[in-house]
């Protein structure tokens, strides 16, 4: 499996971006679809996931309501729309990929997914 993350970039707090996740070498049926990120001295965290076959979408708290996961089955691609952007928004942001079976409960958790895109970079600035 090969996950390739895009879209990253310097914008100003208040504004857009849209992050890309080119998926292959497998069917990812069933799979869950993640989004983590890592800021500076900071662990990773789980910012948002969605379900490949059925697009049933989890979110943190610290997004919800400003960003946006959705999946394009035809391209195998997943995107993460970031609205209304704060500086606190700033880190490498990664997708990654969690085969089956999975656990609703687990789906927060990064060391359930199996296949890790290399991190694109995010800049907030205020």
């Known amino acids: 499996v090969q996950l390739q993350a895009s879209g990253g970039g310097l914008v100003q707090a208040g504004g857009s971006l849209r992050l890309s996740c080119a998926a292959s070498?497998?069917?990812?049926?069933?799979?869950?679809m993640g989004w983590f990120r890592q800021a500076p001295g900071k662990e990773r965290e789980f910012v948002a996931a969605?379900?490949?076959?059925?697009?049933?979408?989890y979110y943190a708290d610290s997004v919800r309501g400003r960003f946006t996961v959705s999946r394009d089955n035809a391209k195998n691609t997943v995107y993460l729309q970031m609205n209304s952007l704060k500086p606190e928004d700033t880190a490498v942001y990664y997708c990654?990929?969690?085969?089956?079976?999975?656990?609703?409960?687990?789906?927060?958790?990064?060391?359930?997914?199996?296949?890790w895109g290399q991190g694109t970079l995010v800049t907030v600035s205020s």
């Open positions: 070498g497998a069917t990812f049926s069933n799979y869950v």
């Open positions: 969605i379900g490949w076959t059925i697009g049933n979408t």
């Open positions: 990654a990929a969690d085969p089956p079976p999975v656990y609703t409960n687990r789906i927060r958790m990064w060391y359930e997914y199996n296949y």
